[in-house]
C-alpha cells in the first residue's frame, strides 16, 4: 500500500483556529472517498479524551478522528501536556502519564519523544490515504526551534507541505502572517504553500487588495477567506468563548458550572449548553451565583489547588447553602471528589496533605500514583426518595480520567451508588446532590431531556416533550456544515494539488 500524503495545518498563533480547519479538512477528505486520519504531535490542554483502549489523548483529536468518521487511536496524539501549574505540566506519552515537569525540565526530556512520534506517524500513514496534521501555537517561536517536532520540525521529518492560517477577529492578520513567514529562515518557508485568512466576519471583497499585496510579498498564494461559522464543535482549551458568557435558549432554566482555575473537560457541558430550555452560565465569583436550578462542580486537574480557590472566592459556602434548599448539585471527576467529606494526598501527587471538602456526599478521595482511563455504561443505584430518582432508568455512558480513588465513608448507604457494568461505585447520590466519575454522561441519550424535566418539575412546571438531538446525529451535521463552509472558502482543487506535489 502506498505511503499516505499528508498536509499540515500552522497557524500564527494560539487560537488561530488549527484544530477545526484540521477537522474540517478531515470532513472533505472523507466525503470524497478518502480513508484519512488526524495527527498532532504534541497537545497541551486540559480537555482530554480516552481511547477504546483506556489510554489518554487531545480532545481535539479526538474531535478530528470523529469528522474522519474513524475511532480516535493515542498515536494520533502521542504527546499530551495537562498544564497544573504557570510552569509545570503533566507529561502523557503514549496515552499514559510518565511525570509532572517544569518547563526547563521538560525541553531537556523532549529529545527523547521523537522516536515514538515518527513511529506513531508512520503507522498511521501505512495505514491511511491522508493524514491530515496539526501544529501547535505558533512556527514564528523561534526561541523554541531547535529540535522542535510540532510545527515546521514535524514537517520536515514527515515530510509534509504546509498551510499556515492567521485569525483575523482580532485584527493584524497581514502582520500574522507575513511576520510569520519572514521569521522562518529559507528551508521551512520552502514548505509553505499556501496561507489561509480564518474567521472573518464582513465583506471578503474589502479584503482582497490586502490578499494581493500578502501574495506579492511572500510569493505564496492565499488559498481561502474563511468565515466565522456559527457551528458547535468540541473545542480546544480554555480560550473557548463558551467560557465567556451564557449560551442556551429561552433562560427558562438556570445551570451554572463553577469556573474552576484549572477547569477540564468543559466539553461535558455542551450538550446541556445547547439545550433550548437551558440557559447555562460560568460562575467564578459568589455573587454571581444567585439561585440557580442546577449547580455543576466540573471536571479539573487540580483538585485540591481549585477546592481551596472555591474556598478564596466564598463559593464554598454558596453551595453549602444551596444544597441545604434543596437545589440541584452536579459533581464530575474533580468537582465529584470535592463533594466529599475528606482529600487526602498522601503521595504528593497534588503537593502533598489532606484537605476538607464540601461535605456533601458520604465519601472520601485518596490521590493516587497511577491514572484511571477507562470508558463505562453505568446506571443510578437510588432510593426512590432521591432527588435524581427520574434518572435511575437511564444509561449512562462516559469516561474516566482520575487520578483519585474515592470510597464511601463507613457507615455510607451503598444504594446511592453510580455502578458502571462490573458494578464498580464510580459516583454517589445523596437527596439532591449527585457526584459521579463519569465524563460525557449529559450526552447520553435522554439525559439531557431527564435533567430539564426534573428541573421544571421542582419549579411546580409541567414537563416537555423530548427537545434533544441525539448527540451522535448532532455532532455529524456540524461537521458536514463544517465541510460545506470550507468547500466554500477554500480553493480545494489547490488543496488537492498540494497534497498530490507534497514537498
Do not use: W
Not at 435511575?392 to 469516561?399: F, N
Amino acid at each position: 500500500m502506498p505511503r499516505a500524503r499528508s498536509i499540515m495545518v500552522q497557524g500564527t498563533m494560539s487560537n488561530a483556529g488549527k484544530s477545526v480547519l484540521v477537522a474540517g479538512l478531515c470532513r472533505i477528505f472523507k466525503q470524497d472517498g478518502y480513508s484519512v486520519a488526524p495527527f498532532k504531535s504534541q497537545n497541551m490542554a486540559l480537555n482530554s479524551g480516552v481511547t477504546a483502549d483506556g489510554l489518554e489523548m487531545g480532545r481535539a483529536q479526538v474531535m478530528q478522528a470523529q469528522a474522519c468518521g474513524i475511532e480516535p487511536e493515542v498515536g494520533m496524539n502521542p504527546v499530551l501536556l495537562k498544564p497544573e501549574s504557570d510552569r509545570g505540566s503533566q507529561v502523557i506519552v503514549e496515552g499514559k502519564p510518565v511525570a509532572t515537569m517544569q518547563a526547563t525540565e521538560y525541553y531537556r526530556y523532549r529529545g527523547r519523544l521523537k522516536a515514538g512520534i515518527q513511529h506513531a506517524y508512520d503507522d498511521l500513514a501505512e495505514r491511511f490515504d491522508i493524514v491530515c496534521i496539526e501544529g501547535a501555537g505558533s512556527p514564528a517561536e523561534i526561541n523554541l526551534r531547535q529540535d522542535d517536532f510540532v510545527n515546521m520540525g514535524l514537517a520536515h521529518m514527515v515530510k509534509s507541505p504546509v498551510l499556515l492560517a492567521g485569525n483575523i477577529d482580532p485584527g493584524g492578520v497581514f502582520a500574522q502572517i507575513y511576520g510569520t513567514y519572514e521569521l522562518l529562515d529559507e528551508a521551512d518557508r520552502s514548505l509553505v504553500k499556501g496561507f489561509v485568512v480564518n474567521k472573518f466576519r464582513g465583506d471578503v471583497g474589502i479584503l482582497k487588495p490586502g490578499l494581493v499585496d500578502l501574495e506579492r510579498l511572500c510569493g505564496v498564494p492565499v488559498l481561502g477567506v474563511v468565515p466565522v461559522m456559527p457551528l458547535d464543535l468540541d473545542d480546544e482549551d480554555s480560550l473557548s468563548q463558551r467560557l465567556e458568557a451564557s449560551r442556551g435558549g429561552s433562560g427558562l432554566l438556570d445551570v451554572a458550572v463553577l469556573r474552576l482555575p484549572r477547569l477540564s473537560n468543559f466539553t461535558d457541558f455542551n450538550q446541556l449548553q445547547r439545550h433550548p430550555l437551558i440557559n447555562l452560565r460560568y460562575v467564578q465569583e459568589a455573587r454571581e451565583l444567585g439561585r440557580p436550578d442546577l449547580v455543576i462542580l466540573p471536571g479539573t486537574k487540580s483538585t485540591m489547588a481549585d477546592l481551596s480557590s472555591l474556598r478564596e472566592r466564598g463559593l464554598d459556602t454558596c453551595v453549602r447553602a444551596l444544597a441545604e434548599t434543596g437545589t440541584l448539585i452536579i459533581g464530575v471527576c474533580g468537582g465529584y471528589q470535592m463533594l466529599g467529606q475528606r482529600l487526602l494526598d498522601p503521595r504528593g501527587v497534588e503537593g502533598g496533605g489532606e484537605a476538607e471538602g464540601l461535605g456533601l456526599l458520604p465519601c472520601e478521595t485518596t490521590f493516587a500514583g497511577d491514572k484511571s482511563l477507562t470508558h463505562g455504561v453505568g446506571h443510578l443505584d437510588l432510593a426512590a426518595s432521591s432527588a435524581f430518582s427520574s434518572l435511575g432508568a437511564l444509561a449512562l455512558t462516559g469516561y474516566e480520567i482520575h487520578m483519585g480513588r474515592t470510597s464511601l465513608v463507613p457507615g455510607a448507604e451503598t444504594d446511592g451508588c453510580v455502578r458502571v457494568g462490573d458494578q464498580r461505585c464510580v459516583g454517589y447520590v445523596s437527596q439532591n446532590v449527585l457526584g459521579t466519575y463519569l465524563h460525557g454522561f449529559f450526552d447520553a441519550d435522554g439525559v439531557a431531556d431527564a435533567l430539564v424535566n426534573l428541573m421544571l418539575a421542582r419549579r411546580g412546571l409541567p414537563g416537555v416533550a423530548a427537545m434533544s438531538e441525539p448527540y451522535e446525529a448532532y455532532r455529524e451535521r456540524q461537521f458536514d456544515l463544517l465541510a460545506d463552509g470550507l468547500r466554500g472558502a477554500l480553493d480545494m482543487e489547490a488543496v488537492y494539488r498540494i497534497l498530490e506535489e507534497g514537498v
